[in-house]
């Protein structure tokens, strides 16, 4: 991980290098629940389905442990600056985190439903390549967060639109189906239903982005165009 200043009291560091750990730690975690979940769907795998659906208990867990040490940060240390930025983002950052789990445990769900319906010809294609564009972004998002690095963060913020406009597609798709094949509606909603907690995965991995643009450069972007941040950051604003 890129280092983060550095403060007189080692304990105080140790602590603040402590959170960031964790939320690899977490984030590593989530991010191997999007790809099981993605897995169980597209091989019609119920079992890793069911392994998904049992771990989203480590990832709550990790959420409250985490949101706990950054309070106790706050009382003791009163943090000010880039080390209360800090704090704020890896409270927004776990957050985020575990509504990504919870999209993955919503697409295990929908798995084992289509484990018992006839798979289409496709064989889920769109889904996973869905799927794999949405996991990317994660692990960049969280890439960028380990190195402090706010064009990383910016590159992968510019990736929602793409996934938004890949969803759509799918979703187009899927209304073909149905209207050609009134028999494949039930399948059908339950891949839409899986489409869309994807989707909001990619929501959630913008989200985290912009939190390491936040962290880095000390500004608040989620209702600021991504062109107006592409200028700031190549431009070298900073606080």
């Known amino acids: 991980m890129e280092p983060l200043s550095t403060h007189i009291s080692k304990q105080y560091n140790t602590e603040l290098e402590e959170i960031r750990t964790r939320v690899l730690q977490m984030g590593g975690l989530v991010e191997s629940q999007v790809a099981r979940a993605l897995s169980s769907l597209v091989q019609s795998d ?15 867990r990790l959420e409250v442990a985490i949101d706990e040490e950054c309070n106790h940060i706050i009382a003791r240390r009163q ?18 985190l575990e509504r990504i789990g919870d999209e ?7 798995a084992i439903k289509l484990a018992n319906e006839e798979r289409p010809k496709s064989n ?20 960028a967060f380990a190195r402090l690095d706010a064009t ?3 590159r992968v ?20 189906f149905m209207m050609e094949d009134p028999r494949s509606i039930s399948r059908t909603l339950n891949v ?7 989707e909001r ?8 982005s912009e939190y390491v643009i936040y962290l880095v450069m000390g500004k608040d972007v989620r209702h600021t165009s991504l062109d107006q941040v592409e200028k700031e950051i190549l431009g070298g604003s900073s606080e």
């Open 46 to 60: 119920v079992g890793t389905a069911e392994q998904v659906i049992v771990s989203d208990i480590q990832v709550n």
């Open 79 to 96: 943090p000010a600056a880039s080390d209360l930025r800090l704090v704020m983002a890896v409270i927004k950052t776990i957050a985020d």
């Open 104 to 110: 993955a445990e919503k697409i295990a769900r929908m």
């Open 124 to 143: 889920y294609r769109e889904i996973q390549a869905l799927g794999n564009h949405v996991r990317q972004m994660v692990r960049e998002a969280l890439d």
């Open 152 to 154: 990383a963060a910016l």
């Open 157 to 176: 913020a510019q990736e929602d639109k793409k996934v938004d406009q890949e969803y759509e597609g799918i979703m187009r798709q899927m209304i073909t």
């Open 192 to 198: 839409i239903w899986a489409a869309r907690a994807l």
């Open 201 to 208: 995965i990619g929501d959630h991995a913008r989200n985290l």
